[in-house]
């Protein structure tokens, strides 16, 4: 995310919940690196768990100073819906 981004925070947060399109939430941290933020430990698994491929469109939706809505589309425009199973709900914050 670019650094301009910062500018909608009082203060960047060091971990933003992201929730999805059924309203799991994913803990990741957040890092200032090369003048950009970026999300840090927990997006890898993040990525994986949710299957976003090269090609996928993800967006976010800034809902609270450290809550982000994440809708992922594939290659097709279609939105993915996800499901969180037993592995998943491993990984997921839920509130």
Not at 19 to 45: H, Y
Not at 76 to 93: M, Q, Y
Request: some cysteine; hydrophobic content about 45%; overall charge positive.
């Amino acid at each position: 995310m670019l650094l301009d981004f910062t500018k909608h925070f009082v203060a960047v947060p060091t971990e933003f919940k992201l929730r999805n399109n059924i309203g799991c939430s994913w803990k990741v941290t957040v890092k200032l690196m090369n003048g950009r933020v970026t999300l840090d430990q927990g997006w890898a698994t993040y990525i994986a768990v949710h299957k976003i491929m090269i090609g996928y469109m993800v967006t976010f939706k800034l809902l609270t100073p450290d809550t982000l809505k994440v809708i992922i589309f594939d290659n097709d425009g279609i939105e993915v819906i996800n499901k969180f199973g037993k592995h998943e709900e491993a990984f997921s914050a839920k509130d």
